[in-house]
C-alpha cells in the first residue's frame, strides 16, 4: 500500500513560470513533510521540509504548503528555471520515528 | 567538508556472488539509511541503523545484509539470495534526535549484476 503517493510522474513548465508538484498521503500519523530533488545517477539533494504545524514554508524560490484535512502538500517553484529540471521526491514522516517514506517522483522539465 | 561517500561509483558482478557496498559519513549523524532505486520507483528503504552495533530492517530487506560496527560506516552486502540486484543502491544520514527529519543522501552506487 503505498502511503505517499505523486500521482503526476511527470511535468513540463516554460522558464520564467510557475511549477507546482503535487503529493497525496494516506497515513494521518505522519507530521513532517520533505521533498528531495534528484539528478540522474546522483543522490537526492533536500530541498525544503514541514512540520505539520504549519501550513506553509518558504525558503528562495522553493514554498511548500500543506492541506492536513487534505491530506496533501504541494512544492511550488517560482520562477523555474532550466536548472530545476530533475525529478522531485516528496517524502514524509511520523513521529520519532527517523524513517522516511518516498513517493514514487515527479520528473519535472523546464524548458528554455 | 562533510559529507557522505559511497564507493564504487559503478559495479559489476556475476550472478551467485555476494557484493558488498561502502558508505562512509563524517556528519558525525547517529542514524544511517540504505535505499534502492529501480527505474520508475520511489527510493525503497532496505536497512536502517539508529545507533552503533544496532540495526532493523526496511521495507525491503530479504536478500541484504547490513553492519554498524562503527558510527562513521554502514557497509551493505547484496547476497546471492537477493533475487533482483541490479539498482541503483543509495546511502544517507541523520540526526536521531531533535525535531527535523532530514536525511542527507551519498552520490550512489549503481550495481549491475549479470
Known amino acids: 500500500d503505498q502511503q505517499v503517493k505523486q500521482n503526476s510522474p511527470s511535468l513540463s513548465v516554460q522558464e520564467g513560470r510557475i511549477s507546482i508538484l503535487n503529493c497525496d498521503y494516506t497515513?494521518?500519523?505522519?507530521?513532517?513533510f520533505l521533498w528531495y530533488k534528484k539528478y540522474p545517477a546522483e543522490g537526492p539533494t533536500f530541498l525544503i521540509s514541514?512540520?505539520?504545524?504549519?501550513d506553509k514554508n518558504e525558503d528562495g524560490r522553493f514554498t511548500v504548503f500543506l492541506n492536513k484535512s487534505a491530506k496533501h502538500l504541494s512544492l511550488h517553484i517560482v520562477p523555474s528555471q532550466p536548472g530545476d529540471s530533475a525529478v522531485y521526491f516528496c517524502?514524509?514522516?511520523?513521529?520519532?520515528?527517523?524513517?522516511?517514506?518516498f513517493g514514487k517522483g515527479t520528473l519535472l522539465t523546464v524548458n528554455p | 567538508d562533510g559529507g557522505i561517500t559511497q564507493s564504487p561509483k559503478y559495479l559489476f558482478r556475476k550472478e551467485g556472488q555476494n557484493v558488498t557496498l561502502s558508505c562512509e559519513q563524517n556528519?558525525?549523524?547517529?542514524?544511517m539509511y540504505w535505499y534502492r532505486q529501480d527505474p520508475g520507483q520511489g527510493l525503497r528503504l532496505i536497512y536502517y541503523?539508529?545507533?552503533?552495533?544496532?540495526?532493523q530492517k526496511g521495507d525491503i530487506a530479504e536478500g541484504y545484509s547490513v553492519s554498524r560496527e562503527k558510527k562513521e560506516s554502514f557497509p551493505l552486502t547484496v547476497t546471492s539470495a537477493q533475487k533482483n540486484p541490479t539498482a541503483f543502491y543509495l546511502c544517507?544520514?541523520?540526526?536521531?534526535?531533535?525535531?527535523?527529519?532530514?536525511?542527507?543522501f551519498g552520490p550512489g552506487t549503481r550495481l549491475t549484476v549479470t
Open positions: 514541514i512540520s505539520s504545524i504549519k
Open positions: 544517507a544520514s541523520s540526526k536521531s534526535t531533535g525535531s527535523s527529519y532530514e536525511q542527507y
Open positions: 497515513n494521518s500519523m505522519f507530521d513532517y
Open positions: 556528519l558525525n549523524h547517529d542514524a
Open positions: 541503523s539508529q545507533i552503533v552495533n544496532d540495526f
Open positions: 517524502a514524509a514522516s511520523r513521529g520519532s520515528n527517523y524513517k522516511l517514506t
